[in-house]
């Protein structure tokens, strides 16, 4: 695919705008991508990033999912990781964690964001197709069992009985397969 504006270079910029349910494409190279972010008066930034920094996961984790407001209600608390000293300001600009514990100290602001992104909070991966029915049996009734335990910690006892009555009735029909 050729640049938009000077029709010889391959495009390596692709931007794509959706306003009003419209959809706006612009391919450009990356000298014409340069040009038109240095070409607009008064600083204003057509594509939202700077060209010359880069792309980053942070900074687009950070714009969609309100990390900057995040960030800045858990820096008065300077929130770290025990473990490896990272900041969630840290993480919100970089969008890389600095070990595996991050998750765990990060865990209240994370869940929301995971949430939009994925729809779910936990990892829904591939499992074998033969016993892959017991297997999501099994991590639904883990899952279940995590709801159940938020939820008598909430206090929530009505929606607890529901949750403790769907995971008898999992764990009766995984015994009949088994």
């Keep these: ?16 705008k959706i306003i009003n349910g419209e959809k ?3 391919h450009l190279c990356e000298e014409c991508a340069k040009q ?7 600083g204003i930034n057509p594509f939202g990033f ?4 880069g792309f980053s996961i942070g900074k687009l984790l950070s714009n969609f999912f309100d990390a900057p407001e995040k ?5 008065s608390d300077e929130q770290k990781c025990d473990r490896c000293g990272l900041s969630f300001p840290r993480f919100a600009q970089t969008g890389r964690f600095g070990c595996s514990n991050c998750y765990n100290a990060f865990e209240g602001a994370l869940n929301p964001m995971l949430r939009k992104i994925h729809g ?10 033969r016993s892959g029915s017991q297997i999501r049996v099994r991590n639904e009734i883990q899952h279940l069992k995590r709801e159940l335990q938020e939820a008598v910690n909430a206090e929530e006892y009505e929606r607890a009985a529901v949750i403790r ?14």
Excluded: W
């Design 1 to 16: 695919m050729l640049c938009n504006e000077c029709q010889k270079k391959p495009a390596t910029v692709h931007i794509t």
């Design 24 to 26: 706006a494409e612009i």
């Design 36 to 42: 038109k972010q240095i070409g607009f008066s008064m």
């Design 50 to 53: 700077d060209i010359e920094q």
């Design 71 to 75: 960030a800045q209600q858990l820096k």
């Design 120 to 129: 779910k909070t936990y990892h829904v991966g591939k499992v074998p197709r």
């Design 165 to 178: 009555d769907k995971i008898k009735e999992l764990e009766e029909n995984n015994e009949n397969r088994e």
